[in-house]
């Protein structure tokens, strides 16, 4: 049977999606749950949870965090989702981060906020463009509101190129003082 290939690093040390962020973004933090690999059990969970209505699936990959990820000294101040363009949400009925991000904020008593930030563009989605293709879209999200003087831990689903988280934590810091980023994802491309 197929064997879920979880990342087990070493959130407080280097990690590789540290490295890869690093290289983007000035960045605190960096946790990743799984490995996504083409094929694998976890793309095929990832799946079923964005592409098939199976939003429950959240929770689950939710209390795979919680049993793994202590944030020890370096807990965040706001959890945020990465939003869905409006025409995206209504197509799929739901946002497949919300139903997690609550979870992680129930266990890790951290508010969450699923509207900081607005999709402004809606393009081809990521997964369906290559490499340099994905590095194309810019400004397709927007600050809804001045946010100063927090740790904020960004929270996606998948991390590939790195082009959303970057987009997103650019518009933050462009937009805000004294902000720290982390990053949180259900899986690393590797
Ligand atoms: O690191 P990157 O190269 O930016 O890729 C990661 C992004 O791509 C996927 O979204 P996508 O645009 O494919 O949308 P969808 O799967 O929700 O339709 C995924 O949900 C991430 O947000």
Request: charge should be positive.
């Given at each position: 049977?197929?064997?879920?290939?979880?990342s087990?690093?070493?959130?407080?040390?280097?990690n590789?999606?540290?490295?890869?962020?690093?290289?983007?973004?000035?960045?605190?933090?960096?946790y990743?749950?799984?490995?996504y690999?083409?094929?694998?059990l976890?793309?095929?969970i990832?799946?079923?949870?964005?592409?098939?209505?199976?939003?429950?699936?959240g929770?689950v990959?939710?209390?795979?965090?919680t049993e793994?990820?202590?944030?020890?000294?370096?807990?965040?101040?706001?959890?945020?989702?990465?939003?869905?363009h409006?025409k995206?949400l209504?197509?799929r009925?739901y946002?497949?981060?919300?139903?997690?991000?609550?979870e992680?904020?129930?266990h890790?008593?951290?508010?969450?906020?699923?509207?900081?930030l607005?999709?402004?563009?809606?393009?081809?989605?990521?997964?369906k463009k290559?490499?340099?293709?994905?590095?194309?879209?810019?400004?397709?999200y927007?600050?809804?509101?001045?946010?100063n003087?927090?740790?904020?831990?960004?929270i996606d689903?998948?991390?590939?190129?790195?082009?959303?988280?970057?987009?997103?934590?650019?518009?933050?810091?462009r937009?805000?003082?004294?902000?720290?980023?982390?990053i949180?994802?259900?899986?690393?491309?590797v």
């Amino acid at each position: 049977m197929d064997k879920i290939n979880f990342s087990n690093h070493n959130y407080f040390g280097n990690n590789s999606l540290m490295d890869k962020a690093s290289l983007q973004i000035p960045v605190e933090n960096a946790y990743s749950l799984l490995f996504y690999e083409k094929e694998s059990l976890a793309q095929r969970i990832i799946h079923q949870l964005k592409y098939n209505h199976r939003e429950k699936i959240g929770k689950v990959l939710a209390k795979w965090i919680t049993e793994r990820i202590d944030f020890r000294n370096h807990k965040p101040d706001l959890l945020v989702t990465v939003p869905l363009h409006y025409k995206k949400l209504k197509q799929r009925g739901y946002n497949q981060l919300h139903l997690f991000g609550n979870e992680l904020s129930k266990h890790y008593q951290i508010p969450v906020n699923h509207t900081l930030l607005k999709r402004i563009k809606h393009s081809r989605a990521q997964a369906k463009k290559n490499q340099t293709e994905r590095l194309k879209t810019k400004n397709a999200y927007q600050l809804t509101e001045n946010i100063n003087d927090k740790h904020i831990l960004l929270i996606d689903d998948v991390y590939t190129t790195g082009n959303t988280m970057s987009n997103i934590a650019w518009e933050i810091l462009r937009n805000s003082k004294n902000v720290k980023i982390s990053i949180l994802v259900m899986a690393m491309d590797v």
